[in-house]
């Protein structure tokens, strides 16, 4: 089995991080949108655990292929459709990239947000800590 891409197709270790990265984020998208229906308490604490972790997992996992496809090249085969095709291609994976990296950061701010405000509203001791 291929480790690294070559002419001959996409190496085993850029395969597994790609669907490990397709899987990681249709958890997080499952559980960021149906998290709601999970029972109050430990069950819908434990679907925002999972989905942060597997959100933060993207992260570190597109830091990886990407220090990767530096480290080893990408050999991006021409796809024989056109120059045209292949500009859009790598254009759309750039787009993905962009996307994998400004969805896991909205969530953090959010997050600290979140508990910033919470801390605020209801937090007998914030007033005087600050
Ligand atoms: C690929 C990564 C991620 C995807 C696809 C994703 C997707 C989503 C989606 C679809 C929602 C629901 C939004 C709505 O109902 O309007 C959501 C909510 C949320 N996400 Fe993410 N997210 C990701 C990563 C993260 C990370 C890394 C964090 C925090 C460190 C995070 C924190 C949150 C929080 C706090 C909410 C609100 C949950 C609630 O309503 O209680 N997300 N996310």
């Keep these: 089995m291929l480790i690294y891409n070559s002419s001959k197709g996409y190496g085993a270790i850029p395969q597994a991080t790609h669907w490990l990265t397709v ?5 997080a998208w499952a ?19 999972v989905h942060i972790s597997a959100g933060l997992a993207v992260m570190v996992l597109l830091v990886f292929r990407l220090a990767w496809n530096l480290a080893t090249g990408r050999h991006a085969e021409p796809t024989g459709l056109g120059v045209w095709v292949d500009r859009l291609g790598r254009g ?7 996307l ?6 909205a969530g953090i701010v959010l997050q600290f947000a979140r508990v910033t405000r919470y801390q605020y509203l209801v937090s007998p001791t914030f007033h005087r800590r600050r």
């Design 100 to 105: 994998l990296i400004a969805v896991p950061i």
């Design 92 to 98: 759309a994976h750039y787009l993905l990239y962009g």
């Design 31 to 49: 559980l960021g949108l149906f998290g709601d229906d999970l029972p109050n308490g430990a069950g819908r604490a434990a679907g925002l655990f």
């Design 23 to 27: 899987i990681l984020v249709a958890v």
